[in-house]
């Protein structure tokens, strides 16, 4: 595609060929940025080159589409004109790498359920960020400071490693936003430079499904609370996560429709849903009846309480199952794939997401494959366990 003298909307549109294009005279400085991602896709971002006090720099306008030519053209004219009257368009100077985690943070606690994930986030920024980038200035951060935090904890601590470089790249591509930078120096680039040995990420463990069975017998059978033995039948029967069954309400179970509504609070993904019900699972209800308190817990503790993981995690070994409680959700997946269980029906199942285009342009739930499938997983267990 010849390149033209100045930028059109076809032109952004289109173009796939890696490298910067000025939008040309009387564009302010203005540039696209196009470049391949390590997913083999394309990006492209917006950047302005400007003299600020004799010190010429980069500043991000923003990706496209979501800031379309139209609009990287005005933010352009806005900052020139800034600089013409003698202020900086950044406005109160570019800050540190700590002060932009704090804006981060404030941005992301609206949307978290509650204070761990904010308290987490503070801990490994504090640990393995604050000490060599905290007081940097987010324009000067490059990919071998971003290095110096990674590789120390790679091999060793992979998973909190691979959470580091993610908040790191949240604070900077909070920075290419906000015009302080045009790049994210925690992005695909980086990739390349980091160890591919090391530390193998673990997985929960997960019984294996054919023994899945003989588990549920020996929890029934255990000497422990009633509630604790019904609470672990009931998300192993359903797949669902600890929290969504420990915390269930009598108000979620429409024992006509034979359907669970797990409210969007309770949900990993923030939203509603519905999980369908098997003759095997509303057996495990309608035992949990005889424990029904006043404050509409189906699984209340002995006391009466919200339920915490910590006693069903205890049971399970106590009773020398390996597995977590989240492992047995693999131990569904596991029995699904080798069943030949349709893979979008076992997402939905699990109430994953949907990613990339298939997820954009994907609305049902398959509630009704998806009862099939829960009714023949209580079938499978039942060969040894009679309800």
Not at 355 to 365: I, K, L, M, T
């Amino acid at each position: 595609m010849k390149r033209p003298r100045q930028l059109s909307a076809a032109f952004v549109r289109t173009v796939k060929r890696p490298g910067r294009y000025g939008d040309g005279r009387g564009g302010h400085g203005l540039s696209l940025l196009v470049k391949p991602t390590a997913t083999g896709r394309l990006s492209k971002t917006w950047a302005q080159r400007l003299k600020i006090n004799g010190r010429a720099i980069n500043m991000g306008l923003g990706a496209y589409p979501i800031v379309t030519l139209a609009e990287a053209r005005a933010k352009a004219l806005k900052h020139r004109r800034a600089v013409a009257q003698g202020r900086d368009p950044r406005g109160g100077g570019i800050p540190t790498f700590e002060q932009a985690a704090e804006k981060v943070i404030a941005l992301h606690a609206k949307n978290w359920k509650n204070g761990s994930s904010e308290k987490t986030w503070r801990q490994t920024l504090r640990d393995f960020t604050f000490p060599k980038l905290g007081r940097k200035r987010v324009s000067e951060i490059n990919t071998a400071d971003v290095l110096a935090c990674l590789v120390p904890i790679w091999n060793t601590k992979r998973v909190t490693a691979t959470r580091v470089r993610h908040r790191i790249g949240a604070v900077m591509k909070w920075a290419v936003a906000k015009g302080y930078r045009e790049d994210n120096p925690a992005g695909d680039a980086i990739a390349a430079a980091l160890p591919r040995n090391g530390a193998r990420q673990k997985h929960h463990r997960a019984v294996p499904h054919s023994e899945l069975s003989a588990a549920l017998k020996e929890i029934r059978g255990a000497d422990a609370w009633l509630g604790t033995r019904l609470c672990l039948e009931f998300l192993v029967l359903t797949a669902t996560r600890s929290g969504e069954a420990r915390l269930a309400l009598w108000d979620e179970i429409d024992f006509e429709a034979a359907t669970w509504t797990v409210p969007e609070g309770r949900m990993k993904a923030g939203r509603e849903h519905r999980v369908p019900l098997s003759k095997g699972a509303l057996a495990v209800l309608r035992q949990a009846q005889d424990i029904a308190g006043t404050n509409g817990l189906v699984f209340p503790s002995l006391r009466g309480l919200p339920p915490q993981n910590a006693p069903l995690s205890k049971l399970v070994r106590k009773l020398g199952i390996k597995s977590t409680v989240h492992g047995f959700r693999s131990s569904f997946r596991d029995w699904a794939a080798e069943t030949g269980v349709d893979r979008t029906v076992a997402e939905a199942a699990l109430a994953h997401t949907v990613g990339g285009v298939e997820g954009a342009y994907f609305r049902s739930d398959l509630f009704a494959r998806r009862r099939e499938v829960m009714e023949a997983w209580a079938d499978y267990l039942g060969a040894v366990m009679a309800y």
